[in-house]
């Protein structure tokens, strides 16, 4: 399994309204090639402008693409008015290409490349994602980078600047905090649906979001559900020298005490909960995309997945 997928859904498992990162001061413009660094080894890179990805193709797990015949399979020509409505030339002969897709949602979202750097015989590709608001249309996000072809056979990996700070210490503690509390099953899956972050006080960043634990026992390709539900609240996380840690959780309450727990918690940013927590066929996207995800990253050859009474589905197919 590739680092891309792998990082992939620790925001799919977006749905939500991040804040931005903090600008970093060597970011290329859209469209702008990045200077070569003889100090970090910086590579340059082109970002490829008008292409969509086609519908009903699966998400690729390797965002390298190294032939015409293979873009062309996955992406098309988006042609606008204008200068700059044309699509960005590619020579696959002389250049190959990172793509990152992610998943269809009606979050505004943006996935923004920073830089690629030389390691060797590996790739680090780091980039960023910003979410806005919902919209009233569903997207489907993309960026594409393009390289010159001598570096086509290095190993790619992926870093999302965010994903690799704070997110993982959320997935543990759910794991070994919340998912103790629910009946034990083999596979332990957390998954969470972020609405913003606010990471002014970096002794205490706040997270907002409903997160979610399963635990999950294989019989032959199915996974079934053994226990597992939905924790909505704002998890406070510090960085220690060892990394980052949850210090904190307030959780929404149960009962009589839900709603008013809710909007206490979530304060002005009840709304955009609301909507993320409402939309039951999103939240079941989610958990299925991240459920196919855990099972291909740790070869579990499980095509379907069940909760109890109910029928069998398949996992989403996962390149």
Not at 22 to 27: D, F, L, P, S, T
Not at 151 to 178: G, H, M, Q, S, W
Request: with cysteine.
């Amino acid at each position: 399994m590739t680092k891309f997928v792998k990082l992939l859904f620790a925001v799919l498992f977006t749905f939500a309204t991040l804040t931005m990162m903090e600008a970093c001061g060597n970011k290329p413009s859209a469209g702008q090639k990045t200077e070569i660094g003889e100090t970090n080894n910086e590579i340059a890179f082109e970002e490829a402008k008008n292409y969509f990805f086609k519908n009903g193709e699966a998400i690729p797990a390797d965002p390298k693409i190294t032939s015409e015949e293979a873009f062309n399979k996955l992406f098309g020509m988006a042609t606008t008015m204008g200068k700059d409505g044309k699509p960005t030339e590619i020579d696959f002969s002389k250049q190959f290409v990172l793509a990152i897709v992610l998943p269809v949602t009606n979050i505004d979202t943006e996935i923004k490349p920073i830089k690629v750097e030389e390691k060797g015989d590996t790739l680090l590709y780091t980039y960023e994602i910003k979410t806005g608001e919902k919209q009233t249309y569903s997207i489907q996000p993309v960026t594409i980078i393009i390289l010159d072809k001598k570096y086509e056979d290095k190993e790619v990996v992926l870093v999302n600047e965010r994903e690799t700070t704070y997110f993982p210490a959320i997935d543990r503690y759910l794991v070994n905090e919340i998912g103790k509390h629910y009946a034990e099953g083999e596979h332990c899956v957390p998954i969470h649906s972020i609405v913003t972050v606010d990471e002014r006080n970096g002794e205490d960043i706040l997270v907002w979001g409903d997160f979610w634990v399963f635990n999950y026992n294989q019989a032959g390709d199915t996974l079934k559900c053994v226990s597992g539900g939905s924790h909505p609240g704002l998890m406070h996380i510090r960085q220690t020298e060892k990394g980052y840690v949850v210090t904190g959780f307030d959780q929404v309450e149960d009962g009589s005490n839900n709603l008013p727990s809710a909007k206490k918690i979530f304060g002005d940013k009840y709304d955009r909960f609301h909507a993320i927590n409402s939309d039951a066929e999103a939240r079941e996207r989610l958990r299925a995309d991240g459920l196919a995800v855990y099972a291909k990253n740790h070869n579990l050859g499980a095509t379907m997945y069940q909760d109890y009474g109910w029928p069998a589905k398949k996992l989403p197919k996962i390149q």
